[in-house]
């Protein structure tokens, strides 16, 4: 069962050109996101922060995360995907250069590392749920789908087990800042990436107030245990 279900896999990776596409994107995106605090991390030590800042730099962007993503998941249905994808990768992209350029130049600061991490925090917010509505239009209903999402979370958490490691290889030799400027350019290359994705066309829904939207999501996500409660132990994880 196992075999047929990676070569399954592999099959869709093979025939699929959009969705092989997408699936590199997100991958290159997601070998910066898995290092990038372990740079920042540092930074923030090497710019003479203590355990308390390091909390509030790290912590700061979470917050932002989960305080952003109910209405970012109604601008996802409002907005081009792909439009709202490209310029979160950008926004993080160029807030990563600034953070890089701050910590090797020597003048990162934790106020400033703190602001860069809630910006991209804010964009992460925004392109996790518009990136993660694009695969039902790239890939058929049915069982290719759970393949092919299946897929998607088995490298990026190949990716995250090994980021880590690495990170911290180029940490020794080259410093923090060298994490983050790789993190930006992984952004960069995600979001040239996705520029080349072109979408099939798809259904008009007929539009509804913003805040009947927002409620509606709220009242689904409420309504599935195993969602709030996987939620809850991912934030208490990630604070930990």
């Known amino acids: 069962m196992a075999l047929h279900r990676l070569s399954t896999a592999v099959e869709l990776l093979r025939t699929n050109g959009l969705y092989r596409r997408y699936a590199l994107a997100r991958l290159s995106s997601t070998v910066g996101t898995t290092v990038a605090p372990l740079g920042l991390a540092f930074a923030v030590i090497q710019s003479g922060g203590g355990p308390a800042a390091l909390g509030f730099v790290l912590m700061g962007g979470l917050l932002v995360f989960l305080a952003v993503t109910p209405v970012a998941g109604v601008v996802a249905d409002r907005v081009p995907r792909l439009s709202v ?108 990436v996705f520029l080349t994705v072109r979408l099939p066309s798809a259904v008009r829904h007929e539009r509804r107030g913003f805040r009947a939207d927002l409620m509606e999501g709220w009242s689904a996500f409420r309504s599935r245990r195993w969602l709030w409660a996987l939620t809850t132990l991912s934030a208490l994880t990630s604070a930990l």
């Open 85 to 192: 994808i490209v310029a979160c990768q950008l926004v993080c992209g160029v807030g990563q250069c600034v953070a890089a350029a701050l910590v090797l130049t020597g003048t990162a600061s934790v106020w400033s590392l703190a602001g860069l991490e809630m910006l991209t925090g804010a964009a992460g917010a925004f392109f996790q749920p518009a990136v993660k509505g694009l695969v039902p239009r790239l890939v058929a209903p049915g069982p290719m789908l759970v393949q092919a999402n299946a897929l998607l979370q088995i490298a990026n958490n190949a990716v995250a087990i090994a980021g880590p490691g690495l990170a911290g290889l180029v940490i020794a030799g080259s410093g923090p800042g060298a994490i983050l400027a790789w993190d930006a350019v992984t952004f960069f290359v995600s979001a040239g």
